[in-house]
Structure formats: structure tokens, C-alpha cells
């Protein structure tokens, strides 16, 4: 009676320690899913906003060149004055403020 007993024990003891090894690659496993997860989000949120970045640089350069074909098509602004409209803080004819400096270089 006495061998059964003992390999009863052992048996329940192995257990025991199955589980709770068990238990901790759970864990393990659950906080490496959930680092994952933190660097999966991450990454996508610095895409989106990469992407909103472009997106946004990309409908400014849209509004300039409507507003240049909108005041070319126009055709009431003389040529001498294109160079004064501003877009925002900047000449909205660009090219005309960049040729008219190279012909002063000259």
C-alpha cells in the first residue's frame, strides 16, 4: 500500500508543478502578445500620421496651384502685379519672384 501512495504523491506533485509552469508560459506568452500588440499599434499610428503629414502637404500644394489657375484663367490681374499676391506668408507666383531676382543678378 505503501509504493502506491508514494507514486500517488509524485504524481500529484509533478502536476502541481505542470501547471503552474504551465501558468507562467501563459503569462509569458499573454505579455509577449500584448507587447506585440503596443509596437503593432505604434507602428501604425506613426504611419497614419506620416501619411496625414503627406496628405496635408499634398492639398496645400493643390490649393496653391488652383488658386494660380483660378487668378490666371481670371485674366484681370496685369502681369507686373502677379508677383505681389501672397499665398498665406509666401508669393503665390513663386517662379516670378525667383526669375525676377536672376534677372537682377544679371
Not at 503593432?40 to 492639398?59: A, H, M, P, V
Not at 484663367?73 to 506668408?89: A, D, V, W
Request: aromatic letters at 4%; charged letters at 25%; zero cysteines.
Amino acid at each position: 500500500m505503501e509504493v502506491p501512495l508514494t507514486n500517488l504523491i509524485h504524481s500529484a506533485e509533478k502536476l502541481i508543478r505542470d501547471k503552474r509552469s504551465s501558468a507562467r508560459n501563459v503569462s509569458t506568452r499573454v505579455e509577449q502578445e500584448s507587447l506585440d500588440k503596443t509596437e503593432f499599434s505604434s507602428g501604425l499610428t506613426s504611419r497614419y500620421l506620416k501619411i496625414q503629414e503627406t496628405l496635408s502637404s499634398l492639398q496645400g500644394e493643390f490649393t496653391r496651384e488652383q488658386m494660380k489657375l483660378g487668378i490666371l484663367n481670371e485674366g484681370n490681374t496685369p502681369n507686373s502685379e502677379l508677383i505681389n499676391i501672397l499665398f498665406g506668408e509666401t508669393p503665390l507666383f513663386r517662379e516670378l519672384a525667383e526669375n525676377l531676382k536672376s534677372i537682377r543678378a544679371l
